[in-house]
Nanobody, 119 residues
Framework: QVQLVESGGGLVQAGGSLRLSCAAS????????MGWSRQAPGKQRELVAS???????IYTDSVKGRFTISGDNAKNTVYLQMNSLKPEETAVYYC?????????????WGQGTQVTVSS
């Protein structure tokens, strides 16, 4: 099996920054894509950003220019640098990964980390 462990969430004032980390471990042959999604209370989960093994990135429009996703293939780790945070970005942030293991390829999710942006 594969486990994703997130860290770096917390409380920050509006305009501040946070850096999230997510490390994958377990029966990993390779990771195709890693990404971050978020879910605010009463709202659907939305994709924030993702990065492929080759380094291609995508971002949801609302975070372009403020968030940066990066990855370390050797460490099976993905990071999300979040700058100029807004109160409406308060949410639980989830890491996900599309992982190839010896038993096949599937998606995995982390347990989530809370990000709270105060006004």
């Amino acid at each position: 099996q594969v486990q994703l462990v997130e860290s770096g969430g917390g409380l920050v004032q509006a305009g501040g920054s946070l850096r999230l980390s997510c490390a994958a471990s377990g029966s990993i042959v390779s990771i195709n894509v890693m990404g971050w999604s978020r879910q605010a209370p009463g709202k659907q989960r939305e994709l924030v950003a993702s990065i492929t093994r080759g380094g291609m990135t995508i971002y949801t429009d609302s975070v372009k220019g403020r968030f940066t996703i990066s990855g370390d293939n050797a460490k099976n780790t993905v990071y999300l640098q979040m700058n100029s945070l807004k109160p409406e970005e308060t949410a639980v942030y989830y890491c996900n990964a599309n992982v190839r293991s010896w038993s096949g390829t599937r998606d995995y999710w982390g347990q989530g980390t809370q990000v709270t942006v105060s006004s």
